[in-house]
């Protein structure tokens, strides 16, 4: 992984053996994401639900550390296997503002690189954020 972080904007990668289908399925489809996204005991995502079009709206829900949350959004692009955009907005940030959340898949002889671009965060957001090399290794996880 490869981390980036500069003014608003974190920028996370990782190359995951499979194709860019199988890993969008795994990113955009909100039954999979639930099978991955998270650890026992730590950052538990137990609902989802996620009307995925350009303007659908999505919302997670689980506990993280004993406490509850809920994070949600809506899609702003999504470019079937390519690409998949959407809002963020976390119960956990408190005053924070909506950022946005880019995966950008691009494959080559059976590997693909999974670049998360996380923009629009203040910098308090930005300190909150450090968990997306986290995400992904548990995504890597789930695909190998």
Not at 20 to 31: T, V
Request: with cysteine; aromatic share 10%; hydrophobic share 35%.
């Amino acid at each position: 992984m490869n981390p980036t972080t500069t003014n608003e904007t974190i920028v996370e990668e990782i190359t995951i053996r499979g194709s860019a289908d199988r890993i969008f399925e795994a990113i955009a489809n909100s039954q999979q994401r639930l099978k991955w996204w998270g650890a026992k005991g730590t950052y538990e995502s137990n609902e989802m639900e996620s009307d995925l079009r350009a303007g659908g709206k999505w919302i997670m829900k689980g506990v993280a550390r004993g406490n509850a949350f809920t994070c949600h959004g809506e899609y702003t692009r999504i470019a079937r296997p390519r690409l998949l955009e959407f809002t963020w907005n976390p119960s956990w940030q408190g005053e924070a503002t909506e950022s946005l959340v880019r995966f950008d898949l691009d494959e080559k002889d059976g590997l693909t690189t999974v670049r998360v671009t996380h923009s629009g965060l203040t910098p308090a957001a930005r300190e909150v954020h450090k968990g997306w090399p986290q995400v992904l290794g548990w995504l890597k996880a789930y695909l190998e």
